[in-house]
């Protein structure tokens, strides 16, 4: 029988069980994957927390992203057929044995990628784009500032701005995370535990600020961010680790977090001419398939002609032990690139 990690109950990694997976039912315009690899997120970490709010209610397994073979497809599908190698991003289900996921959000893996590595592209890669260039607005001659250039949707970023033309600044919490970025062509890479993000930024854009911040912490953050912003700036807003700083749930940092995100104060953005652009993938990939498919085809061309170089930092076995220590590891800021579970 097919086995998942499911989210026992709130809690630290510690929760991430193994259990039995129910038996579902190919619909019309799905296909049915056996999985190879599922790619970690921090929105999992917060869907464990029990502070995601689209999640199901708890039990429910986790997962926003995996890779495979298709084994079996439904009624209505023209493009892919049973044995071949596909991505996929799912609405939870991830970590588990196998997957039904609707057509329109699988994309075929081309030859020569490793399916391994493609399963750490759907999620990070589109995100990236997306921010960058769709929300972000992003154009050469332009600047940038990534905050956790070294995450999985960082990494990701980095590699997409590479020979873009765009000034490239990016954040994170050590010398060696700092290194990997430049190496990866970032301009100025600021270690945060050293120095002052904001000075730093301003040092590097001659007073300026940065047309674009993507921010994937939000809560007291996002005012910073739109301090660093040049005039017509955006804040690319992600994600919300400041509402989830530790491995168990804490309603003080929902609280001081949270609170500035839900009464955010737009009139200054008035005075700064700066906008604020939120964006949730999984939602994206609903309302717009047709624009999510377009950039994961661009995408996974690029992954297969080795422009882009999808950053594997850690694997760990598709189990809820491999799974709780992938949390673990993702939580104590470890990781540089992306952290997958593989059968």
């Known amino acids: 029988m097919a086995r998942q990690v499911v989210i026992s109950k709130a809690g630290g990694p510690e929760v991430l069980v193994d259990r039995d997976a129910p038996h579902q039912l190919v619909g019309a315009g799905e296909v049915r994957i056996k999985v190879a690899a599922a790619g970690v997120n921090f929105a999992d970490v917060v869907g464990r927390l029990g502070n995601y709010p689209d999640a199901p209610p708890i039990p429910y397994c986790a997962g926003y992203e995996v890779s495979g073979t298709i084994s079996e497809v439904g009624a209505g599908v023209k493009d892919f057929t049973v044995g071949q190698r596909v991505c996929a991003l799912v609405k939870f289900g991830g970590y588990a044995d196998e997957v039904v996921a609707r057509a329109e959000g699988v994309f075929a893996v081309p030859d020569g990628v490793d399916l391994i590595a493609a399963a750490g592209v759907p999620v990070t890669y589109l995100t990236a784009y997306v921010c960058l260039f769709d929300a972000g607005g992003l154009t050469k001659g332009k600047s940038v500032l990534v905050i956790g250039g070294a995450g999985g949707v960082g990494s990701a970023a980095v590699q997409l701005l590479r020979g873009t033309g765009i000034q490239v600044i990016a954040s994170a919490g050590s010398a060696a995370k700092c290194d990997w970025m430049k190496s990866q062509g970032v301009e100025r890479a600021i270690n945060y535990n050293d120095e002052e993000v904001a000075a730093a930024v301003k040092d590097a854009t001659a007073g300026r600020g940065v047309d674009a911040v993507l921010d ?128």
């Open 216 to 343: 994937p912490i939000g809560g007291r953050s996002l005012a910073e961010s739109v301090a660093m912003c040049a005039p017509l700036g955006r804040v690319v807003s992600f994600g919300v680790s400041a509402l989830n700083p530790g491995k168990t749930r804490s309603l003080i940092a929902m609280a001081r977090e949270g609170l500035p995100m839900r009464f955010f104060n737009l009139i200054p953005l008035f005075g700064k001419n700066v906008g604020v652009h939120g964006i949730n993938m999984l939602a994206l990939a609903e309302a717009d398939p047709q624009l999510v498919r377009v950039r994961m085809d661009e995408i996974l061309a690029r992954v297969a002609r080795g422009e882009l170089e999808p950053v594997i930092a850690e694997r760990y076995p598709l189990d809820g032990k491999g799974a709780a220590t992938a949390h673990h590891y993702l939580q104590d800021r470890k990781n540089i690139g992306k952290v997958v579970l593989v059968r």
